[in-house]
């Protein structure tokens, strides 16, 4: 968040975040955590971890008996990505003797707070958007600052920058854990190579090829926005993808901070050429209906009418690779593919706009704790890497273990030296802004209820 697929030097430092990306986490509002917690949380020079593996480590930190606990790990995350998570845990089960207890639902966002309302916050969360994790801890201080072992561990082996997104006012409270790079389109090799076109390697060569399909009668993009709770999301990837092209990453930036308005001339035009596309009758929606059926289409089927030819296009994160069915070629010459999102000129470099998620805890339960730290480990990364197209912001992660053409993608992607890496967006934007009215505006918009 997510961030992106960095295993080894963390190359969202790439370039891409700027002082106000950085400055932006100060946000304003005060802490109810109290100044010794901050003081566990913040300094971490003088934190010295135990030698041997993770487990070795985690014995060391907590020699409490953990066998038979049960840990609650909240998440909007579902089926089938879930089992890779899953597996990724075991290795931790296995060390303590403790449970890691599932829980999902896809209105995160919305139930999370619902929970912590009535008392029944889980012992973690998968929290998606730091914007929502600061409005949590603001708003309602339940989040607990992650331990001064846990914040030495991120200190080791993320970019600072990275552990700003888990800080709010110089508090560290979230610790990183996946990241996936959302600058790419979906298409079929195959189904290009058989019509007789060429993947575009300009906006130019994107916007000529999308006009050349639209004229065989064909749609050539296919899009959905649907969430449960959380509908719209999708579009505001694409906003935001539009907004690093048009305006370069420091204007992006000002836009997330809101030192400009969402109605500055900068915005409406991203939207505008963003419309382009998805606003276009001719253009959209493959194999699923007309222009407004984006807002209905559930974002996990909005791509797969490109296996069957219904549409050739569809703007979507490397994490969309884990939706396509079973059995489905994902490589350069398979039954599908991404390719960077391109530029509409060299001025800005490469933006990448990438997204990652936040581990926070509820209580300070030994194995909640225990938890958490391995989470942060070279070791909790190499296992989820090695479940599927996983990538993590460790910089410690063995590359040799990324198998995923996609995920192998990513991080080249991110490795390039024009690389200009952003963060989404939305995620940093306040909850009720981020993960709400900006949601349901670009619904109204894409369905026509507002311009």
Not at 2 to 25: D, E, F, I, K, Y
Not at 152 to 180: C, E, H, L, M, W
Not at 318 to 326: D, H, T, V
């Amino acid at each position: 968040m997510h961030l992106s697929p960095r295993s080894r030097r963390l190359v969202l430092a790439a370039a891409g975040l700027t002082a106000a990306a950085l400055a932006l986490t100060a946000c304003a509002g005060g802490s109810t955590t109290s100044s010794t917690a901050a003081t566990e949380a913040t300094v971490t020079s003088a934190v010295t971890l135990p030698d041997g593996d993770y487990c070795a480590q985690i014995k060391s930190l907590w020699p409490q008996d953990m066998t038979g606990t049960t840990i609650d790990y909240y998440t909007g995350v579902g089926a089938p990505e879930d089992a890779q998570w899953k597996a990724s845990f075991k290795p931790f089960e296995d060390c303590t003797g403790a449970k890691v207890q599932w829980d999902s639902s896809k209105e995160f966002e919305a139930q999370i707070n619902v929970r912590i309302a009535s008392g029944n916050a889980p012992d973690v969360a998968a929290v998606p958007q730091p914007g929502l994790l600061r409005s949590i801890v603001e708003e309602t201080g339940s989040i607990k600052p992650a331990t001064a072992a846990a914040a030495a561990n991120v200190d080791r082996y993320y970019s600072p920058a990275i552990k700003q997104y888990g800080t709010v006012n110089d508090i560290y409270f979230g610790t990183p854990i996946d990241a996936s790079v959302k600058s790419f389109i979906w298409y079929s090799p195959k189904r290009l190579q058989q019509d007789g076109y060429q993947v575009p390697q300009t906006y130019d060569d994107l916007m000529a090829l999308t006009k050349q399909i639209a004229a065989t009668g064909k749609k050539p993009w296919c899009a959905g926005a649907a969430s449960g709770d959380a509908t719209g999301w999708p579009l505001t990837d694409w906003l935001e993808d539009y907004m690093l092209r048009t305006n370069g990453p420091e204007v992006y930036q000002q836009w997330v901070n809101h030192e400009i308005p969402f109605n500055d001339p900068k915005v409406a035009d991203a939207l505008a050429k963003m419309g382009e596309i998805l606003k276009n009758p001719d253009y959209v929606n493959g194999g699923l209906g007309d222009v407004a059926s984006i807002a209905s289409t559930n974002f996990q089927d909005a791509g797969q009418p490109i296996l069957k030819g219904d549409c050739y296009f569809h703007r979507q994160a490397s994490f969309y690779e884990n939706f396509w069915p079973a059995g489905t070629t994902v490589a350069p010459d398979g039954d599908v593919y991404a390719m960077y999102f391109p530029t509409f000129n060299d001025n800005f470099g490469k933006p990448v706009l990438g997204a990652g998620t936040f581990l926070a805890a509820f209580n300070d339960k030994p194995e909640v704790q225990a938890f958490q730290y391995y989470l942060t480990t070279p070791e909790w990364s190499d296992a989820y890497a090695k479940e599927g197209p996983n990538i993590t912001a460790n910089n410690a992660l063995d590359q040799s273990l990324i198998t995923s053409p996609i995920a192998k993608l990513s991080y080249q992607t991110l490795q390039d030296p024009k690389a200009q890496f952003a963060f989404d967006g939305s995620d940093q934007m306040p909850g009720p802004v981020g993960a709400n009215a900006l949601w349901k505006q670009l619904i109204n918009w894409i369905t026509g209820q507002d311009d």
